[in-house]
């Protein structure tokens, strides 16, 4: 993983996937990352659904309207992968992952 400013990695860590992606289709991906030792694993919740909308105001509307009665876990905000990014844990326990990026737009 990439350093960040503000969240130190061990050496260990440095060697972990921070995300992955299997082109299925022009429509489909299948997506994959490592977890830390310390983030309990919950079969039925380790996964997220990925959404790319078209517009930054769609990303924002659809991560709204998933967090209702959910729980924020990274708010909406540009990232360093050039990307307009937030995740969300909807009311049913649904991890989502909400990605715009204005250069595939």
Wanted: proline share 8%; glycine share 6%; charged share 20%.
């Amino acid at each position: 993983m990439p350093p960040q400013p503000g969240f130190e990695l061990s050496e260990a860590d440095k060697n972990r996937v921070m995300h992955v992606t299997l082109p299925i289709s022009k429509e489909t991906s299948l997506m994959g990352s490592d977890t830390f030792p310390h983030q309990p694993v919950s079969f039925g919740d380790n996964f997220s659904i990925s959404i790319s909308p078209d517009s930054k105001k769609e990303a924002d509307r659809i991560f709204k309207e998933l967090g209702e009665a959910g729980n924020v876990v990274m708010p909406m905000a540009d990232t360093f992968w050039n990307a307009y990014f937030g995740m969300v844990k909807d009311k049913f326990g649904v991890n989502w992952m909400i990605n715009f990026d204005s250069s595939h737009s």
